[in-house]
């Protein structure tokens, strides 16, 4: 797990302000993402715990997303460049390096977990591991909200991602890991796959018993 990680950091370290620039929008022109993690943000709210971690936070736009619809959030990166640049661009808000097998938040502490495109390059043998952890810091009810590369086919998919290779996933055997881990998927959204991205972007809503 080691290698593939600090192979990902070093990519994302060295792409920071070019990935920044791209993403600085705050998904404006992703209606479909963007209600998603309005409609998560809402149900987070209601459980009470306002608590939320953004894992693979990158440059903090989505963190500070989360802040600005009445969520206590806080950003985690593998990327020390990216946390530098989240805490310069929203010195408000907390940022810290962590790597997703290791969170550094107690067990059942939080209300929600954001995963946008932070786990895509984790190669499927070790995409449980993750899952498990994201699991322990939730509390009971607590919301996960998982993003990622869909594929129609019936196995996950190697490719070539611009910053470093990544994976596409079937969407139900995604959520199969996630029962797996101990979460029930109550939606999902998989908007048409010709779309201007021109990816099956897929994003699966899960609950902690």
Not at 130 to 141: M, N
């Amino acid at each position: 797990m080691l290698e593939h990680q600090d192979e990902t950091r070093t990519a994302y370290d060295g792409v920071v302000e070019l990935y920044a620039s791209m993403f600085a929008n705050r998904l404006e022109t992703q209606p479909f993402a963007r209600n998603m993690i309005g409609t998560f943000a809402e149900l987070v709210r209601a459980t009470g715990n306002l608590r939320v971690a953004d894992v693979g936070c990158g440059p903090g736009h989505l963190t500070a997303m989360l802040h600005d619809l009445g969520l206590d959030a806080f950003g985690l990166d593998l990327s020390p460049a990216m946390v530098d640049h989240a805490r310069r661009a929203y010195p408000a808000l907390r940022f810290d390096e962590a790597r997703m097998e290791a969170l550094p938040v107690e067990d059942g502490a939080l209300g929600g977990v954001l995963a946008h495109y932070s786990m895509i390059h984790t190669p499927p043998g070790e995409l449980p591991a993750l899952l498990d952890e994201q699991v322990r810091v939730l509390a009971p009810g607590g919301l996960l909200l998982v993003s990622f590369f869909g594929t129609e086919g019936p196995e996950p998919v190697c490719f070539d991602h611009k910053v470093t290779p990544a994976y596409s996933w079937p969407a139900d055997r995604f959520a199969e890991l996630l029962a797996a881990a101990g979460l029930v998927t109550f939606a999902r959204l998989l908007p048409d796959p010709a779309s201007e991205r021109g990816f099956l972007d897929t994003h699966l809503l899960a609950r902690r018993p």
